[in-house]
Every structure is written in structure tokens, then in C-alpha cells.
């Protein structure tokens, strides 16, 4: 009896013990875990606060020196084919004309703040432009804009992290490169949401970027600086990416022109990522512009004589197919104007039918053509995305302050997968009728955690990609138009309801596609809009009502590689319907 209460009072003081050590050590562990963190946290706040700070200086310092006289007036008001001729008869300066685009960026960033920082070597590159003897090249003194996630020698990539400041470049990027042996002078740095994977336009450093026509509806995203700069008038073209929409959300939400090529034929060489793969999707660059036929002329120039060689060996040789730009010939197209996973709201769907009557008046035989189910492909989307590139985003987001615009996601990064799973499940019940969204349900229901996942997704987006074709081949299309997205540019507030499978599918099967302005909202079809009760379309409706005016493009998407094709398509459509967006 004593020895056995013996054993059971060490016992107890045995377990006392170890429990204390523990909690000793668990205690201790924490705070050392919290004091890390605070500190990590608080030297990214320095961070921003001296970046916030000569940011400020420095926007102060031009606005002092670079003012909208007469002259710059008279510059940017120029048409394109007014400013290239200009400067290639050296009747204007590259010096001159620099100087005018930074002073309207300047008054563009008061009202929509496109613009994250301008580049100090801009005046030093065009006075060397106007210091030959001859010009450069057909891009001559031509300012550019690009996205900041593009490096450009001596400045920082940052895609919005606090820790990725003062880390300055030691070369500019391919694409820059290219554009600058093309004569062209890159002069700013635009806006992008914080990690790129969102439509917003917002991050800690430099704040929230606006729609260039709009500045109470949002830009679209990522490439949102550079299509709100040009919509607003601050260039004639710039740079972007696209993953997901990126280039081509931010058109349409503008009014703009921009083209996703297929992955490969633009090099991507000093282009920072947030994470280095999303699993089954290839980003690629692209370049945005105030028209398809400026669009057009800067593709061409980047892509015929195989400029990206000398830099890139990776870069697909392909040359530029002029005849495919030229061509006369009537093309087979097919389109649609709605799918059911996303249907459109308002004018959206009519703009495809202007586009298809434009190209049926040009000769072309347009036939209706029946997407496969995209809610099973939004699902493989959002496997793409989770599979464990979240992981990866988290140690990108370790101390940061975290944007408005990817709160939600970042929250689904650290959820676990049954978390996920269970408000997927309140999301498509009806329990809970005022939350009930099927369309929200699939954003949930996503996360590759195994091999088998991979294989299953992998497995489903071949069925996919094989319906696709098929349909396409049955059809005999030479190229595709459809919406952009299910709603023109939201508020700039509005929370995300959905990334746009108009446009991630053609990410997922590498086609490329581009998107034409093609009108504005009329608000007169809102009304009769069916919302099948749905949270999220419900909350998209409501949206509308408040972008009335706002642009609405098209999409036109080609097969692989058939790039010149998709874009002689926007260029028909444009010239069809000139000026079709009014400022």
C-alpha cells in the first residue's frame, strides 16, 4: 500500500514536473516566437515608413518641376501615329515628349495613383536618344510604362511586399530590353495588387490604384497601374502579365486593348513572381495599349527579327507571321455570350453580338459555340492554385501588412482543407438561405494534398482541354469571341465574388487571347437580370447599378501560337467600331 502510494505520489510529481517543464518551454518557445514576430513585423513597418516617406518627397519634387503647360498639353494629345511620326522626323525632342508624360502621370496619380515610382534614368536614356545621329528604331523616343513586377536596372520588384524594397535590379528585364533597343524609354513603374493574385489594385507600399476612367470603380488586376495609366491618357502602351486574367480584366475594367500571347513567345526573364510555380499554369507577358492597332504595332516590332534571342535562348524562335496579320481572308469564328457557372449581367452579353454582326459584315461566318461545364473547371482551377502554392504565399507574407483586396484569399491559405470544405458546404445549402451561393460553394472546394489529387485534377483538365478542342475542330473555327467577364469594373471596394472563367480557361489551355473595347454599360438591362437566388450574383447585380457608363470588351482568343490571327480579329473590330468608349 506505501509502496503503491509511494509510485502514484512520485507519479504525480513526476507528471507535475514534466507538465511544468513543458510549460516552461512551450511558454518560452512562444515568446520567443512572438518576439521574432514583433520584431520582424515592426522592421517591415520602418520599411514602409521610409519608402511611404520618399515616395512622398519624390512625387512633391516632380510635381515641382513637371507642370501640364501649353507644349505638354499639345504632346499628349497627340495621336499615336502623330507622336511616332514626330519623333522619327525629330520634329519632336524624346527629351520633350519624356517630360510630358511624366507631368500628366503626375496629374493622373492625383486622381487614380497608378503610378508606384518613376524611373531616374528615363531623362538620361532619352537625352541619348536625341543625342544619335539617327534614330534608334521605330519606337524612337516612345515612352512606356510597365508593370511593377518587371525589374529595370537599379530599381526594386516588390509585386507589394515591404521585405522585397531596397533590393534594387542589376538588369532590367528582357522585355524592357527589347523595347529599349526598339528606341523606346520605359519612364514609370505601375500599380499591382500585393501577391498578383487578385482583381484589386492595392498593397502596403504604394497604396490603391483606381479605374482610369472611374476612380470610384476598381482597376481590374494585376496589370492594374498600367491599364488605368493609359486609360486615363498617361501612355500609349505599356507591360502587364496575366495568370489569371491579369492583362485582360484590367482592359476590359479600362477600356483598353491587351493581348495574353501564348506562353513563350515573350520572354519572361527578370519578371518577378510571388511564388515560382502555380501548378498547370504558365504565366506570360504582355502588352497593354490604348488601341488593338497600337497593340498590334508593338507586338510586331518585339517579336519579328528575333530581338528576345539576344537575350533569352529559352524564348520560343518563332518569327512574326505577317501574312496571318494581313490575311484578307474570311475566317470561321465561333462565340457565346454567357455560360451558366458565371452568366452575364447587363450589356455584357449584347457587346459579343456588336462584334459578331461587325465581323459577319466583313465577310466572316460566325457559329455559336457551347463552352463545356465550367464549374467543374473552376474547381481544377482553384487545385491549381492551392496546391501548395498557399505555402509558399504564406513565407512571402511572413511579418507583412496585408492588402484589402487578398484578405480573403490569404485567409483560405492558412485555413485548413476541412475548413475549406465546410463553408463550401454552408455556401451550397440552403440552411442558411441569405448565404447561399453555389458559385461561392466551388471557390472552397479546392487543394491539391496528394499525389492522387494531382493526378485527378490533372486528369479532369485533359477532359476539359479535350472538349475544347473538339468542339472547336467540329465547328472548323479559326478563332473565338466571348466576354471578358460577367460584369463591367465594380466599385472599387466591392469584394471579390469569383475569378472570371472567361478568361482563366484559355490560361489553363495556353491559347492566347486579347481583349477589343467594344462599348459601355446602359444600365436599361439590370433589372431583368435572374439571380436564381444566388448570394453572389445577387451581390454582382447589386454592383452593376453602380457601373453604369463603365467600358465592356470582348474577347477574342486563337488557337496556340496563333497570335498574329487573334490580333488581326481585334484590329478589324476596332477599326469597325472606332473610338467606341467615350472619356
Known sequence: MFFESSCCYYTTIQTFVVTGLLSYFVYNAYSIISTMFAQGKRQLCEVLKRKHNERREEFTRLRSIYKMGPEERRIMALSWDD?????QTRKLTAAKVLEAHIAKALDISEQSNPVTDFIPLAHEWAKELDDLEEVKGPLHGVPFCLKEELDVVGMDSTLGFAKRLYKPATESAVIVKVLQDLGAVPFCKTNLPQTLFSYGGDNPIFGNTTNGRNNKLGPGGSSSGTAA???AGGAHFGTGSDIGGSLRIPAHFNGVASLKPTPGRLSLKGGAAPIDVVIGI???LGIIASTPVILTFVMEKMLEHGHQLKYDHLVLPIPWNTPALESKKNLRIGYFTSIPFLPTIGDSGDMVLK??????????TLVPYEMPDLYSFMSINGDAMFAGSMKLLQKSLEYEQIADSIKTIVKAAYMPKWLMRMIGMIFRSKVISSLHSKRMAVNFDRGINSVNDFYEATGKLNTITKKVV?????LELDCLISNVYHVPAPPSNSPPISPSPYVIVWNLLEFPAGVVPMGTES?????EFDDEGDWALKSAKEDVKKSIGAPIGVQVVGLPYQDEMTLRIMKELWCANPHPISS
Do not use: F, Y
Not at 355 to 364: D, P, Q, R, T, V
Not at 470 to 474: A, I, L, M, S
Open 523 to 527: 444600365g436599361k438591362k439590370i433589372d
Open 229 to 231: 495609366l493609359i486609360a
Open 83 to 87: 507622336l511616332v511620326a514626330g519623333l
Open 355 to 364: 462584334a459578331k454582326k461587325s465581323l459577319e459584315s466583313l465577310g466572316h
Open 470 to 474: 473538339t468542339e472547336w475542330q467540329k
Open 282 to 284: 504558365r504565366p506570360t
